[in-house]
């Protein structure tokens, strides 16, 4: 397996990482088997969440008694230092480990939540003092909003930074997001790179992130079958030629029509509702199954699209166009067909 180095912080990963977001959603046994055709083949990179309902705990068994020469990572979306550390301490427990290679700020998308975890006694101070105590050897953030990444990269507090980049977010190679983090050897990690389900053709899409040097993407799985397709790509990428960048054209113009980027630039929205989540329901529904998604009955925050007055404000904001007042209805439909169960047990089988 190929390997990169995680800018600054030294850390060297496999050249694909794996997510643990599905793993809250399948059996402790079947990731015990996925953890063990990864390590066969020659992955390193784990990455979860405190928030990925019990994904921490079955991570930690399946790698219990392995977890030399790995690179383990997690994250907490807490913003005081206290809850932070609470998320951290919980997280090592689960993790069976000592100390975590990265841990990070989750979902920090807008100035103001990164104001807040840099405030005295924020999550920020918490995570430097579990540096000096040897629990954390870095500290990253991860973010839906492009603004937020650059502004992360260049406040040289973090190591590392997990952004969205696919073939679809045509955005990322405008930006100067490579090139600042180059420049600044701060670590990329490329968050939904298969776009959270949607895009299919593994190869192409890894690929295509792949050009990218230094860009570390992170991957659910499900079986040691995906496993093995996936080490495959990143042993041996394709080199893409004329005819694959006519194939992502075509996948930009159909997918690209309803795909989600998550900037957040549809928000406010003047009744409250949050767009965003909205939109990516069924994004939610592929990760961790419906299962866990409408365990307590439809959330409030989906309810809430029912009060939508069509003002459109959300689509005149869209940068990438998107219908998003129908999107919203795609998602609420989705929503009651699984809650009345006619909808399919194979997160595989849902669309939007």
Request: charged share 25%.
């Given at each position: 397996m190929r390997s990169i180095i995680l800018g600054r912080s030294g850390?060297?990963?496999?050249a694909v990482g794996l997510g643990g977001i599905q793993f809250s959603k399948i059996p402790q046994a079947r990731v015990a088997r996925v953890i063990a055709e990864a390590l066969e083949r020659g992955i390193t990179f784990f990455e979860t969440a405190y928030g990925y309902f019990d994904s921490e705990q079955k991570l930690g068994l399946a790698l219990r008694g392995r977890r030399q020469g790995l690179i383990l990572a997690s994250k907490s979306s807490a913003r005081d230092g206290r809850t932070f550390t609470r998320h951290l301490e919980q997280g090592l427990r689960r993790l069976r480990t000592d100390v975590i290679d990265i841990y990070q700020l989750h979902g920090v998308d807008s100035p103001e939540a990164l104001q807040r975890a840099l405030r005295p006694g924020g999550a920020v101070a918490a995570a430097?003092?579990?540096i000096r105590r040897g629990k954390v050897r870095s500290l990253g953030l991860t973010t839906h909003s492009l603004e937020m990444a650059l502004r992360a990269v260049r406040t040289g507090l973090f190591e590392t930074v997990q952004?969205?980049?696919?073939?679809?977010?045509?955005?990322?190679?405008?930006?100067?997001?490579?090139?600042?983090?180059?420049n600044r050897r701060v670590g990329l990690i490329a968050m939904k790179p298969l776009g959270g389900g949607r895009l299919g053709q593994a190869r192409l899409a890894l690929s295509y992130i792949y050009r990218f040097r230094g860009v570390v993407p992170v991957v659910g799985v499900e079986t040691p079958r995906q496993?093995?397709?996936l080490a495959g790509i990143a042993e041996r990428p394709t080199k893409l030629a004329p005819a694959h960048f006519e194939r992502i054209r075509r996948i930009r113009r159909t997918v690209g029509r309803t795909f989600c980027r998550a900037c957040r630039?549809?928000?406010?929205?003047?009744v409250g509702i949050s767009i965003f989540r909205v939109l990516y329901f069924p994004v939610y529904v592929m990760q961790m199954g419906p299962?866990?998604?409408?365990?307590?009955?439809?959330?409030?925050?989906?309810?809430?699209?029912e009060q939508c007055v069509q003002c459109r404000q959300c689509e005149a904001r869209c940068p990438f166009h998107l219908k998003i007042v129908e999107g919203m209805k795609s998602s609420l439909r989705l929503a009651r067909r699984l809650s009345r169960g006619r909808g399919s047990r194979r997160s595989a089988a849902v669309r939007p």
């Open positions: 850390l060297t990963v496999s430097r003092r579990a952004y969205p980049i696919s073939l679809i977010n045509t955005e990322v190679p405008r930006s100067g997001l490579l090139g600042e983090a180059r496993v093995r397709q630039y549809c928000e406010p929205c003047p299962g866990h998604v409408l365990r307590d009955g439809l959330p409030d925050w989906l309810v809430k699209a």
